[in-house]
């Protein structure tokens, strides 16, 4: 498996989970620390860290240490790779679509024509 693979898979994983798909929309918005990011959830701030520290192996987040503050950055570099997967198989289901209406096109075309009788 390749080096784009396994950080898709990463990637993919990391954002199986609600609770991390949440804490990504929300530092597409701003970066946050821990602490602002466990602000809304019923959880610890260390599960909220495991889910910030699973985000970051997968790629998807940066931490950085501001004076007393360690902000969570997002990075969207990641989700050039997630994009560029998803069109790849994006195209290829419409270019099955567009083979199957030329298809459907011609068996209609063909039904519409009268039929000679061989009698």
């Known amino acids: 498996m390749d080096e784009d693979s396994e950080r898709l898979n990463r990637v993919f994983a990391a954002l199986a989970d609600p609770t991390r798909r949440d804490l990504v929309a929300r530092l597409a918005g701003?970066?946050?620390t821990v602490g602002e990011?466990?602000?809304p959830y019923d959880m610890s701030l260390q599960a909220v860290s495991k889910h910030v520290k699973v985000l970051e192996e997968a790629g998807l987040v940066t931490r950085s240490?501001?004076?007393?503050?360690?902000?969570?950055?997002l990075d969207a570099e990641v989700f050039d790779l997630m994009t560029k997967w998803i069109e790849r198989y994006r195209r290829q289901a419409e270019e099955r679509y567009r083979r199957l209406?030329?298809?459907l096109g011609r068996m209609a075309g063909e039904e519409a024509r009268p039929r000679k009788d061989a009698s």
């Open 101 to 103: 209406d030329v298809l």
């Open 65 to 73: 240490k501001d004076a007393q503050r360690r902000p969570v950055h």
């Open 30 to 32: 701003a970066d946050a």
């Open 37 to 39: 990011l466990a602000e």
